[in-house]
């Protein structure tokens, strides 16, 4: 399990064997370079922890320990975990600011601890067969473990094809659960003859105030205080003993977070921005702008006309999960570079978007809502639904479930329809029977109670997070994408105490005039970049969708879609796709679909990849997924992460 979570930590490795339990990590040494290797234990070796990710504030954690006694052996930040068990037991995620998925293991009272950071940054999977417990940052070492055989979740591909994304606890793997966001998991060991019981409890979740209760004031001493709190998440992500880099789009969220960068430190950071050789996609100018205001010299990465081709065999590998946005493959190039120079940590600009309300559909929706008179006369929940009715073709009684599942409509609610309009068109009779009704909002983890009492801009910006943060950006271009090329992300927005002051904001300073989005966040850029950068509007990062695939399409491409190969895996209407994807051939080009069955389309294509890759291959020519046969056996009773 551990040889296959290579690339996440090729630098070292370590293990512990227990009655009752094994652990092996794998090391990207990024803090304590020399002496941080995992297992890392307290003081008496009663308690023992692994982990992947940073801790932001370990100089201030440790020194608080250290005045109470605990002794620390290491530089490693991860060694704060131990003692801070030691000191408040399971209770101890508040004391703990970063990104993370870690194990700590009570040997002396059987208690096992999986825990995971409050956004969902760093990834933790976890699967019960029989009496055995297994967990791990990536799918492919559960299967490693030659214990969970790779099945498909049919409820899992319908996310990706309802919104996609993957932003529960389902997996594109039956049996495979991910580890909530804020969330961990207590394993009580058995003394004697039994099994042990994981239970999930949630210790942190996005929140806001009370409709009415928003934070209010002065703009220019609420940017003074965002800038100081974002100054700070900033600083501490540059902690680390080794270098920091960053990426740099033409936006505002990225350019922002570098001259910030380059303002804490004292001295602009080496940069990576990339080209993309198609019209309307390329930002290179504008980031080049933007690196002249910071004082930068950013590498430019060209991401040739074959690259979406080229690379989405290994970006599959890499998401274990159906990629439908086809821009994942030119990140995994970014990463690639970012790796190839030597460096192993990358500050992002993801979470700005939902935090400050950056995309056009939370626009669209403010918009409707001048028709709204508070919560208690919404025509605008009428006109959503009608909308989704005649789009998406579902029924009323069907939309009225769905809002109820998530505290609905929402900004995202006409979007989320239209793309799953492809399900009905794409999947087969027997997938749909497999599906049994089950509607994909039901698998969230909504606080609904809370929600109620929010303005409605911050309900939609909840179910963002919760939905196309954790489900899209984190996964499919995030961690994921990065660690496939041992390169760890950061990402300043994603603070919690950023994240708590973007929350408790009117709505008023995040969509001034339900048009000019991030408006506090512009104003604090203005500060320290070009207005023309600051004010600079949304430019969203993507790419072709079918046509990516389906013009030209290549060797392997045309063996996944054959009728064979799609009656061998029964997802899809054979002829509904094989009709479909003969006129993009023919035409050269999916505009005739229209935007969301070329998405459809473009994800048949990647779920036959997936399967391909991962459940035994026989679709193409392209290499399936084999994990390395171990070299000994040894029984382990519960878990193996790394």
């Excluded at 990590?25 to 370079?33: A, F, K, M, N, W």
């Excluded at 940073?54 to 954690?61: C, W």
């Excluded at 930068?296 to 040739?304: M, S, Y």
């Excluded at 990140?331 to 056009?360: H, N």
């Amino acid at each position: 399990m551990a040889d296959a979570l290579v690339h996440r930590g090729p630098e070292d490795e370590g293990f512990l064997s227990a009655p009752g339990v094994g652990l092996a990590q794998r090391r990207l040494s990024i803090v304590g370079l020399e002496d941080g290797r995992q297992p890392i234990y307290n003081e008496d070796r009663s308690i023992a922890v692994i982990c992947n990710g940073e801790f932001f504030e370990y100089p201030e954690r440790r020194a608080d320990l250290e005045a109470k006694g605990h002794v620390f052996r290491t530089h490693s930040d991860s060694e704060i975990l131990v003692h801070l068990y030691e000191e408040h037991g399971e209770d101890l995620f508040p004391y703990l600011k970063g990104q993370f998925a870690f194990a700590i293991v009570d040997l002396a009272r059987g208690v096992v601890l999986l825990g995971r950071d409050r956004v969902g940054i760093c990834p933790l999977f976890w699967s019960r067969q029989g009496d055995t417990i297994y967990f791990a940052s990536e799918i492919k070492a559960l299967i490693a473990s030659g214990a969970v055989r790779p099945e498909a979740d049919p409820r899992g591909l319908d996310h990706l094809f309802t919104f996609f994304a993957m932003g529960s606890s389902r997996t594109a793997f039956k049996g495979v659960q991910s580890l909530g966001p804020g969330h961990y998991l207590r394993i009580d060991l058995p003394s004697g003859v039994g099994v042990a019981s994981p239970v999930e409890r949630k210790y942190w979740d996005f929140d806001f105030p009370d409709w009415g209760d928003e934070l209010d004031g002065d703009v220019g001493q609420l940017t003074d205080t965002f800038q100081s709190v974002f100054e700070r998440a900033v600083d501490i992500r540059l902690r680390a003993d080794v270098p920091v880099v960053g990426y740099l789009s033409g936006g505002v969220d990225s350019a922002f977070v570098m001259a910030t960068a380059a303002r804490v430190a004292g001295r602009p950071l080496p940069s990576f921005t990339l080209r993309i050789p198609k019209e309307g996609l390329d930002e290179v100018d504008e980031a080049m702008e933007a690196a002249e205001a910071i004082g930068a010299h950013p590498t430019v990465v060209h991401a040739c006309s074959n690259l979406i081709m080229d690379s989405y065999e290994a970006l599959t590998r890499a998401a274990e999960c159906p990629v439908l946005d086809t821009s994942c493959a030119a990140l995994l190039a970014l990463s690639r570079e970012v790796r190839s120079q030597g460096y192993k940590v990358v500050l992002t600009g993801e979470g700005a978007d939902e935090g400050f309300a950056g995309y056009i559909w939370f626009k669209m929706r403010e918009m409707a809502r001048l028709l709204d008179y508070g919560d208690a006369f919404t025509p605008t929940t009428v006109l959503s639904r009608a909308v989704r009715k005649i789009g998406a073709k579902q029924s009323s009684e069907e939309l009225k479930h769905i809002d109820a599942l998530v505290g609905g409509p929402h900004a995202q609610s006409v979007m989320y329809s239209l793309v799953s309009t492809s399900r009905d068109r794409y999947f087969s009779a027997g997938f749909k029977e497999e599906l049994g009704g089950h509607v994909a909002y039901e698998d969230f983890d909504l606080d609904l109670e809370r929600m109620a009492r929010w303005h409605p801009l911050n309900r939609s910006l909840y179910f963002g997070y919760k939905v196309h943060l954790a489900g899209l950006l984190l996964t499919q271009k995030g961690d994921r994408i990065a660690m496939a090329n041992s390169v760890e992300t950061r990402y300043p927005f994603l603070d919690e105490d950023v994240i708590g002051f973007m929350s408790q904001l009117s709505p008023r300073w995040k969509l001034r005039r339900r048009m000019r989005d991030k408006f506090l966040l512009r104003q604090a850029a203005e500060r320290i970049l070009p207005k023309n950068i600051a004010q600079r509007r949304k430019h969203m990062f993507q790419a072709p969708l079918a046509d990516s695939f389906l013009v030209h399409a290549p060797q392997f491409v045309r063996e996944l879609i054959s009728e064979e190969s799609l009656k061998q895996t029964g997802y899809f209407d054979v002829e509904q796709v094989r009709r479909d994807c003969a006129m993009v051939a023919e035409e050269g080009s999916s505009r005739s679909l229209g935007r969301f069955y070329s998405l459809g389309l473009g994800g048949v294509v990647a779920t036959q990849l997936w399967h391909h890759v991962y459940l035994g291959g026989g679709l193409c020519s392209l290499p399936a997924y084999a994990p390395a046969e171990p070299q000994e056996e040894a029984p382990l009773e519960a878990a193996v992460s790394a």
